[in-house]
Nanobody, 115 residues
Framework: QVQLVESGGGLVQPGGSLRLACAAS????????MGWYRQAPGKERELVVS???????NYADSEKGRFTVSRDNAKNTVYLHMNNLKPEDTAVYYC?????????WGQGTQVTVST
């Protein structure tokens, strides 16, 4: 079955950087649309960035210039490069691949931005 596994989260100081990875298995996803989402305590899950099957990215306004996405098709993995992290970036980060009414979601990885 399709499985998405996020990794790369952790504790980082404000202004620091992290690279999250979303490794997919159970299918070929090199040309699939996908998205990175995050959910902070007490808040709704929100879109961070989406990427279309054509590779066109759509970033949330607050993340433009700080976050970028990339693919490593050999590893069937999508990355989220996060720079200049801020405390408000603290959240559990999830990746998603659309699949009609049954989207594929990972389990999430915790990102904490704090001194």
């Amino acid at each position: 079955q399709v499985q998405l596994v996020e990794s790369g989260g952790g504790l980082v100081q404000p202004g620091g950087s992290l690279r999250l990875a979303c490794a997919a298995s159970g299918g070929t996803f090199s040309r699939s649309a996908m998205g990175w989402y995050r959910q902070a305590p007490g808040k709704e899950r929100e879109l961070v960035v989406s990427i279309s099957k054509f590779g066109v990215t759509n970033y949330a306004d607050s993340e433009k210039g700080r976050f970028t996405v990339s693919r490593d098709n050999a590893k069937n993995t999508v990355y989220l490069h996060m720079n200049n992290l801020k405390p408000e970036d603290t959240a559990v980060y999830y990746c998603k691949i659309p699949n009609g009414p049954q989207d594929y979601w990972g389990q999430g990885t915790q990102v904490t931005v704090s001194t």
